[in-house]
């Protein structure tokens, strides 16, 4: 896989759709514990809509997708998730060039993780998705830098994210709804973080 194309982003989605869905419940139960129960609804739906949209308007280019799952999230998701995601896979859209190879693919999605960061205003070890998508950027830097193959690399940023969700269980969340239950926020995963290491699990299944 030299360049990833339009099929490739959509099968990016498709697969974080299912996985969504599949761990819908589980989702939901992290956000139960430190926020508002509503994580793996809220993504679920979300994500339906996405894969929706990509069938009812088929994008022509891997902007489109990204600009296309961007919007929808930013519209059909409630709660703060949606805006976050939506702002990543947006600025991935604009900082994207085509033809997309793994380079490119990890500096866009490295701006997106920017963009994310400039809205929510989270730094790592502040317990969000941030501590899944950082380690996941890194991971794709890393890997362009050692001239790895990006099946390879998508599958060290999805161990990434999945090491860094893990990882926010013993942290005190910094931001969003979970912040306001100060030190009772530490032992749980945070479920944002969980649902960004499956976007990355995604990303090595459409690779593979
Ligand atoms: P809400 O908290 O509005 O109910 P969700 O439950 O859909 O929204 O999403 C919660 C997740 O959003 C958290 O687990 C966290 O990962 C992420 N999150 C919340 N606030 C921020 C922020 N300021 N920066 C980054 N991520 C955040
Ligand atoms: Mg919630």
Redesign the pocket.
């Known amino acids: 896989m030299d360049t990833m194309d339009t099929g490739f982003f959509v099968a990016w989605f498709e697969e974080a759709a299912r996985l969504v869905r599949r761990d819908r419940d589980r989702l939901t139960e992290l ?1 139960a514990a430190i ?2 129960a ?2 793996g609804t ?2 679920d739906r979300g994500l339906t809509e996405v894969t929706k949209a990509l069938a009812e308007w088929p994008p022509s280019s891997p902007v489109q997708v990204l600009s296309s799952a961007g919007a929808t999230l930013i519209r059909r ?1 409630g ?3 949606g805006p ?1 995601y939506g702002s990543v896979f947006r600025q991935m859209s604009k900082a994207l060039d085509t033809p997309v190879t793994l380079a490119g693919f990890a500096a866009a999605f490295d701006q997106g993780v920017v963009a ?1 960061q400039r809205l ?3 730094a790592l070890g502040d317990k ?3 501590d899944a998508l950082t380690p996941a950027s890194r991971a794709l830097a890393l890997a362009v830098r050692d001239g790895v193959g990006a099946r390879e690399a998508f599958e060290q940023a999805a161990r990434a994210a999945a090491e860094g969700a893990k990882a926010t269980i013993p942290l005190q969340a910094r ?4 912040s306001y239950l100060g030190e009772r926020s530490v032992g749980h995963e ?4 969980a649902s960004a290491a499956l976007f990355m699990a995604a990303l090595a299944t459409a690779a593979a």
């Not at 931001?175 to 979970?178: E, L, N, S, T």
């Not at 945070?190 to 973080?193: F, L, S, Y």
């Open positions: 956000d926020g508002d509503d994580h809220n993504l998701v709660g703060a998730s976050l994310l929510g205003k989270a969000t998705m941030v931001k969003g709804r979970a945070d479920p944002g973080a």
